[in-house]
């Protein structure tokens, strides 16, 4: 089992940045897929970016295409976001949330396809 905990949140105006970890401790980091999801008041629980556990594949909403970084350091047992040009609408509760893949290469993009999550870090984008 894996513990999972979320920091880097708080309080940006449009345009700025900010940039999450996920920590986790308990098992092994490197062969757990990853992912970061995000959960705005009202509204379900969207996949923001994922990355599979050698870190060599990742995957983007659409929303946060070239604007979102995800990485990790297996050796750190942490996970990042690095977030960029943010606005109002990626205002939301940040949580990551991990999955065992011993393949090494895949991502998931599905919340229930994950086994583990944060407490979440909240991120709020003023106008």
């Known amino acids: 089992q894996v513990q999972l905990v979320e920091s880097g949140g708080g309080l940006v105006q449009a345009g700025g940045s900010l940039r999450l970890s996920c920590a986790a401790s308990g098992r092994t980091f490197s062969y757990y897929a990853m992912g970061w999801f995000r959960q705005a008041p009202g509204k379900e629980r969207d996949i923001v970016a994922a990355?599979?556990?050698?870190?060599?594949?990742?995957y983007y909403a659409d929303s946060v295409k070239g604007r979102f970084t995800i990485s990790r350091d297996n050796a750190k047992n942490t996970m990042y976001l690095q977030m960029n040009s943010l606005n109002p609408e990626d205002t939301a509760v940040y949580y990551c949330a991990a999955v065992v893949d011993y393949s090494g290469s895949y991502y998931y993009t599905e919340a229930n396809e994950y086994a583990y999550w944060g407490q979440g870090t909240q991120v709020t984008v003023s106008s």
């Open positions: 990355i599979s556990w050698n870190g060599g594949n990742t």
